[in-house]
């Protein structure tokens, strides 16, 4: 099996040179540096970025599995994060949309989508069943390339699991098998 949604990070580079938005392009940049599913980075609070720490706090009743989490959020994030958050009161949406309530996923997706084919690295797999194009730039096609560049780093299996908050490492594995033409590139920056 390969991973049939999978971009390069040159690819996600040419992604955000089209997103105008701060707002927009941080979102992006989160959704891609911690793994989170889109509704967990759309549905956190300011309160629940730790700056110090470097983490986001992922409350059971917002994850998938309704597990809590603490997600690691990279370095880099952490100035533009404090940047964002500063003055904003702990219970607020971290992200707030037009109506006042938390920015929705139905608009990310159209802002990638947007970004992806003026970048020119949109590809079209299949149709919905509603006769819609399912383009491969999407918002799990950022965890899915955190995944790959995660193990690409060496971050041991177990951890990557923790980070995306699989609750079984075979699930995880799945990001070991990406397409041959990944694993051609990974063995050509390899040393042996």
Known sequence: ???PKLISKEDFEKLMACIPSERD???V????GTGCRISE?????AGDVDLDEGL???????TKTRRYRAVLIPDRLLPPLRGWIEGREPQEWLFTGQRGGHLSPRRIRQIIAKAATEAGIQ???GKSQDGRELGIVSPHTLRHLHAVTALDAGIPLNDLQAQLGHSSLSTTSVYLQADLGHRRRSYARAEF
């Open 56 to 62: 986001l706090h992922l409350r059971s009743d917002r």
């Open 1 to 3: 099996m390969t991973i």
């Open 29 to 32: 940049d989160l959704l891609f």
């Open 41 to 45: 980075v759309l549905g956190a609070r």
């Open 123 to 125: 590809r079209i797999y």
């Open 25 to 27: 392009k941080l979102v």
